[in-house]
Each structure stands twice: as C-alpha cells, then as structure tokens.
C-alpha cells in the first residue's frame, strides 16, 4: 500500500472484484450502514420469461426456490457482481449482466414479462423502464433493509463514499461531518441531494453510478484539480 493513496470510507459492503479493484487506487475501509432483514419465501408463482435482480440479498431469500430448480428455464437479468456470483451458486447463467440499474435498463428489450425481485427500499429505475415499455412484470419485495447508525470518525479518512439517502441518514445519526480536510462523494444524484440537505456539499457526483468510475473521478480531482 502506497503512503500516498488517499484514505476512503465506503459505507457499505463492497464486492470482492470491487474491493481488489479499488485496493489498487486507494485504501479501503469499509463499513456498513445499512442490515438487509430477509424475508424467507418459499412460494412464488410461476417464472416468467425474464427474472429481474438487483441484490444479492434478494437471491438469499430465495435459496429454498431455487435449490428446487425455480427459475432455471427462465433468462436472468442481474446488476453487481455479487448477484452475478450468487447466482451461479445454483447453477444459473445470467442472460444479462449490469453494473448498475441504469445500465441494466439499458440492456433490457422493450417487451417481455419478468418477475422483479427487489427490496422494500429502491429506487424506481427498473420499474419505471418496464411500465413504460411493453412488459407483463410482477415486483416482489424480497427484502428489506434497517440502519445500523455505525459509530465512525471522519476524521481518519480523506474522503467517505455514499450510496443512497438511507445511507446518509444511518451513517450520519451518530457522527458529526468534520468542518474541513474530508471530502463527501456521493454515488448518483439523490444521494447527493440527501447530502445537501445536512449541510454537506459532495465534491464528486459522477454521472454513472459506479463506485469504480466515481473513485476515479476522485483521484483525477485531488491529483489535477478538475475532473473528467
């Protein structure tokens, strides 16, 4: 590890690919704001055409189904890589493989039909695409997520990553934003709007939400003074 990396906060879990990727460009400290509760299923409808995932956790919900072969004639649309990896656990190919939701709305045909297994707490990208376009789906909340309101200091780091409104609120309940010397990066522009409104102006909004390309992003402004 380079003396010089910067030090940065990620308030949630990162994947394994994620964090070897960004060990390379600077320190990793992680910590998390946010505790998926599961909520067990053991029946589910029929599959159709297309099963939609944009967690890990929603999968882990679903481990009984899936053991019994739910969903394997199905084609898989999944975002991140640990739904990419837990996936494959049961035997699965992913059809198709986002980074992130609007990436993978952007990857989806017009028209289909699809289960969406998703949390309580998302945000609406997925469902906004297909009610606008020709799709027969059906959300099915698999998750939620409640906050842990970790004790941090600021103070320690550089810089300290966001991913979502929730995100904010948990991480901030306990802990006071330091006057100067940390930076805030927000991961898309409602987390960055959560930001604003406690007073805290985030330095990097990348316009992909992608924790790779906002680190990137980072590292060019603090090392030129201006990002790309």
């Known amino acids: 590890m380079s003396a ?3 030090r940065i906060l990620f308030t949630k879990p990162l994947s394994e690919h994620r964090k070897a990727l960004l060990e390379q460009m600077v320190e990793v400290t992680e910590v998390k704001a946010l505790e998926p509760v599961l909520l067990p299923i053991s029946e589910l409808p029929e599959p159709k055409e297309w099963i939609i ?3 890990p956790n929603a999968l882990e919900s679903i481990r009984i189904l899936l053991e019994q072969g739910w969903g394997k004639n199905s084609k898989w649309a999944t975002v991140g890589f640990r739904s990419q990896e837990k996936i494959a656990e049961f035997g699965i190919t992913t ?7 609007k990436d ?5 045909p017009e028209s289909g039909s699809a289960q969406y297994l998703c949390g309580k707490d998302r ?3 997925v469902e906004n695409y297909l009610s606008s376009n020709d799709w027969d789906f059906e959300t099915i909340e698999t998750y939620w997520t409640q906050a842990t309101h970790p004790h941090v200091n600021f103070n320690n780091f550089d810089a300290v990553c966001f991913f979502s409104p929730r995100n904010v609120t948990s991480v ?3 802990n006071e934003w330091p006057t100067s010397g940390t930076d805030a990066l927000a991961i898309g522009p409602t987390t960055a709007e959560a930001l604003v409104k406690q007073g805290i102006t985030p330095l990097v909004v990348p316009e992909t939400p992608d924790v790779l390309l906002l680190t990137q992003h980072y590292l060019e402004l603090k090392a030129h003074g201006s990002s790309k």
């Open 4 to 6: 010089n990396q910067q």
């Open 53 to 55: 995932v944009t967690s």
């Open 95 to 101: 059809t198709i493989k986002a980074n992130h939701g």
């Open 104 to 108: 993978l709305v952007s990857k989806l």
């Open 123 to 125: 945000t609406p990208a």
């Open 172 to 174: 901030l309940r306990h």
